[in-house]
């Protein structure tokens, strides 16, 4: 049977070990840059004809609210591809259809992750797709409709300085579908 000091020897020195060989800390994980801000967002979505639709006409709606934007830039280490990834979720949006005057929410959050990014100042452009990549938004109804998936894509470009979102600089906008 081993005594206990040398079975306290063998875990030092299986400690030291993994301290001395493992990884030293910062390499290979990446620091981010977290930047948490509220964008203004307005604009107009149309929403198609169909037969919930009062007189089965489509509308145009015009939308305003919040926008809560958490970006983060991503610099591995020591070195790579820096990344961004944002995470967007719409807060309190409504509006109203200019045809029946129904009331409309616009709900949902997206993420998108892109890179890479250059190093000082930059500025990402988000398009819906299908041109882009940044997946719209839902659009509720507080009529026959319901739940509109996707009907209410965003466009924008959002500007960072010092790696950190700019929201003065910042925009988002819904934009209409023309369907």
């Known amino acids: 049977m081993k005594s206990p000091s040398n079975v306290r020897a063998a875990v030092m020195f299986a400690v030291l070990l993994v301290l001395a060989l493992g990884p030293r800390p910062g390499e290979g994980v990446e620091n981010p840059t977290t930047s948490n801000e509220w964008l203004a967002i307005a604009g107009e979505v149309t929403v198609d004809p169909g037969p919930c639709m009062p007189g089965g006409v489509g509308e145009v709606v015009a939308l305003t609210g919040q926008a809560h934007v958490v970006a983060q830039v991503l610099q591995p280490v020591p070195t790579g591809d820096r990344q961004v990834r944002l995470y967007v979720n719409l ?24 890179g890479p990014v250059p190093t000082g100042d930059f500025h990402v452009d988000l398009q819906p797709v299908p041109t882009g990549d940044f997946q719209p938004f839902d659009l509720v109804q507080a009529g026959p409709c319901g739940s509109l998936p996707g009907a209410a894509p965003v466009s924008g470009t959002l500007v960072f300085v010092s790696d950190a979102l700019d929201a003065t600089a910042s925009s988002l906008r819904f934009v209409p579908t023309g369907r």
Do not use: E, M, R
């Open 91 to 114: 807060g309190d949006v409504t509006g109203v259809g200019l045809t029946t005057g129904l009331a409309y929410h616009a709900v949902g959050a997206s993420k998108i992750a892109l």
